[in-house]
């Protein structure tokens, strides 16, 4: 676009060649055709001087520009200078440094190994002097019964002393018979009938710190002669008889009354509890366990179900769907009585499986190399990979805690931590038969303690009435 001062310009030299020619014609005599010539002459050159002119400014100005645009790039390249110089020795600090740190990790790690080393050394002549002092034991004397070590948890544990036996008890004589299957079932049904169940509980301590980092609750019941039975002698029977189902809740009430307890005092510490395949597969024991675990979803990441690998292989649907209801409520669950080291860990992941129980003796034999597709040393980080802990159970001696030091094993379990102790009872025993004289319709209420407000459990019924908090 032209600039008005040019036009300006054009204007003026026209006006000075055409007055000149108007001069020259009036006033020197010219006549019109000579006062054109030299009007257009002047014109000519007045035009020639400007145009040269403003060639002359425009390249001084462009000199000035490209002055200024070399000094800038001389700035611009020192400043470049300047910042490859710093780099450089930012580079040969951060070598130095790195050269420094590797040598103090070399030398941590040196040091690491040592105390490793010696650790495993103490452990091994621990175990070489218990061995000692046990072989030396003379045989003519009765050796005092050890109690094993108290775990440093949160409950108190009941001291049952030894009962008194006669003195033909001292005397060899044989096994006492087994209580036949009515026997069993009889007892089954007075333990659901009186809401008459005992609890017993096995730490679960971290290796090799041995700190309580759980419980694994145990059922007994008693039979007509006052005797207990394990529940690996019930099971089976309860089972047949429809009687799993109750069994299963009143174990899992009182898991959780435990649990309650315990979290009072640590909110870390959780409870294994074992559950029968047989109640999953039962539409309505489940919904009463259900019902139970559903109003107390605020400690489900503390309570563990426990199932056996058996059960778990030759589960159903009407299983599966149960488990994936349990597994929604945000309750984890654990696989125990393993037999074998064939384990799918992402397919028990994908169930909500979050800890398996191996038996220490399963780990280290070397027979199991072959029969497993996996070297037991491998096993803790396959299942790691899938967030599932292996738990060594059945330890019973010092030398088998240093051989699975080496299995990158995170809890134990065992006779050599503590065996299963019963509770002090404090207000969660069930109502017995001899304070209430109907048995059958008797109830047991427990607070179940929240933050909010206390919710009502009641007992074979299975009637939660539940808190106004949830």
């Known amino acids: ?92 600090r951060t070598t130095a440094l790195d050269a420094t740190s590797q040598e103090r990790v070399q030398t941590a790690l040196g040091e690491i190994n040592e105390l490793g080393t010696l650790m495993k050394q103490l452990a091994v002549s621990v175990a070489a002097h218990d061995e000692q002092l046990t072989a030396g034991v003379r045989p003519a004397q ?26 033909s008890a001292a005397m060899p004589h044989p096994a006492a018979a087994a209580p036949s299957h009515q026997q069993v079932l009889a007892a089954i049904r007075r333990a659901v009938d009186t809401n008459q169940i005992e609890l017993y509980l096995q730490p679960l301590v971290t290796l090799p710190q041995r ?8 059922s007994r019941i008693r039979d007509d002669n006052d005797q207990q039975i394990a529940a690996s002698d019930f099971i089976a029977a309860a089972e047949s008889s ?32 074992n559950l029968s395949t047989a109640t999953l597969g039962n539409p309505d024991a489940f919904a ?12 489900a990441p503390s309570l563990v179900l426990e199932f056996k690998q058996a059960a778990l292989r030759r589960i159903g ?9 349990l597994a929604q409520r945000g309750y984890r669950f654990s696989v125990d009585h393993v037999s074998d080291l064939r384990i799918e860990p992402r397919e028990l992941a994908d169930r909500g499986v979050r800890f398996i129980k191996v ?23 396959l299942l790691g990979r899938f967030g599932i802990d292996l738990v060594a159970e059945r330890i019973e001696g010092e030398r088998t805690v240093v051989d699975l030091l080496d299995y990158d094993v995170r809890y134990g379990q065992g006779f050599l931590f503590a065996p299963p102790r019963p509770l002090r009872p404090e207000g969660t025993q069930a109502t017995t038969a001899a304070t209430d004289p109907k048995p059958a319709a008797s109830r047991t209420e427990v607070r179940a303690e929240t933050r909010n ?18």
Request: proline share 6%; charged share 20%.
């Open 1 to 92: 676009m032209v600039r008005i001062s040019t036009i300006f310009i054009a204007i003026c030299m026209v006006l000075i060649s055409a007055s000149l020619g108007l001069v020259l014609y009036a006033l020197a005599g010219f006549n019109l055709s000579e006062s054109a010539i030299i009007a257009l002459a002047t014109l000519t050159f007045l035009i020639l001087y400007n145009a040269i002119s403003m060639r002359l400014r425009d390249r001084n100005d462009a000199a000035a520009q490209i002055s200024d645009l070399s000094r800038g790039t001389a700035d611009l390249a020192r400043q470049v200078a300047e910042f490859g110089r710093r780099l450089v020795a930012l580079e040969q």
């Open 142 to 167: 009765a050796p005092e019964t050890p109690q094993p070590p108290r775990p440093t948890g949160d409950l108190e544990w009941v001291e049952t002393p030894a009962p008194r036996q006669p003195p």
């Open 211 to 218: 700190k309580v980092r759980f419980y694994e609750a145990v």
């Open 242 to 273: 429809g009687l799993m189902g109750p069994l299963d809740h009143m174990v899992l009430l009182r898991c959780i009354q435990v649990l309650r307890r315990l979290m009072v005092r640590n909110k870390d510490v959780g409870v294994f509890c």
């Open 288 to 299: 009463q366990c259900l019902d139970l675990l559903e109003a107390n979803r605020a400690i």
């Open 317 to 325: 649907p009407t299983e599966s769907e149960h488990l994936a209801a």
């Open 359 to 381: 038996p220490a003796h399963l780990l280290l034999d070397q027979k199991q190399m072959s029969a497993s597709d996996i070297h037991p040393a491998d096993l803790a980080d």
């Open 453 to 470: 407000e206390p919710a009502r459990l009641t007992g074979n019924a299975a009637l939660v009435n539940r808190s106004r908090g949830r």
